[in-house]
């Protein structure tokens, strides 16, 4: 029984910060759709909204800025939980999500830190855009590592528990045969 709720409950870590990373990067969408997905010429102020919004960013007191390492840390607990464990699953399961959190983490620090810096230090048009469509293409790189997260924490977490429900209907069926073979 604590194997399953630590189990429960590092997911549920795992989750919360991977939904938290979601929102951080849903607030940027409005941003960065148009350097991803729509023609930058239908949109002339598209340039000069996302280099204030992400100058305005890089401008944040430094708590705020400190928030995401918070999250970091709540999803680093549950990987800790999960490989502390030592099963297969949690090895593969775990490991491989915290492969794609580092990815995603490496992303960020590679392409998107670097933009941010460099919209604050230029002003010539053609350079802003390109950092700007860095920054998209690093946020949707960083969603779908984080959606694989995600999918390998509810796979993990479902097998876990039709394992527990096969090992409780097997001990059920041996109790029974006991009595069974007890009452003859």
């Not at 194997?3 to 938290?20: N, P, W």
């Amino acid at each position: 029984m604590p194997r399953e709720h630590m189990q429960s409950m590092k997911v549920v870590l795992i989750l919360c910060s991977s939904f938290f990373a979601f929102g951080t990067f849903w607030s940027d969408w409005s941003f960065d759709y148009y350097f991803l997905w729509a023609d930058l010429s239908e949109h002339p102020n598209a340039i000069a909204r996302a280099t204030q919004y992400y100058i305005n960013q890089a401008d944040a007191p430094d708590i705020i800025k400190y928030i995401p390492f918070a999250n970091l840390m709540i999803a680093a607990v549950g990987f800790a939980a999960g490989l502390a464990n030592m099963t297969d699953g949690n090895i593969l399961f775990d490991g491989a999500s915290l492969v794609l959190m580092l990815f995603a983490l490496s992303t960020y620090a590679t392409s998107v830190k670097p933009a941010i810096k460099n919209i604050g230090e230029t002003e010539v048009v053609s350079e802003l855009a390109l950092n700007l469509k860095n920054i998209a293409a690093a946020h949707c790189i960083m969603t779908l590592a984080i959606t694989g997260i995600i999918g390998l924490q509810v796979a993990h977490y479902y097998l876990n528990k039709r394992a527990d429900q096969a090992e409780l209907a097997e001990a059920v069926a041996a109790s029974k045969k006991v009595e069974t073979k007890k009452s003859k």
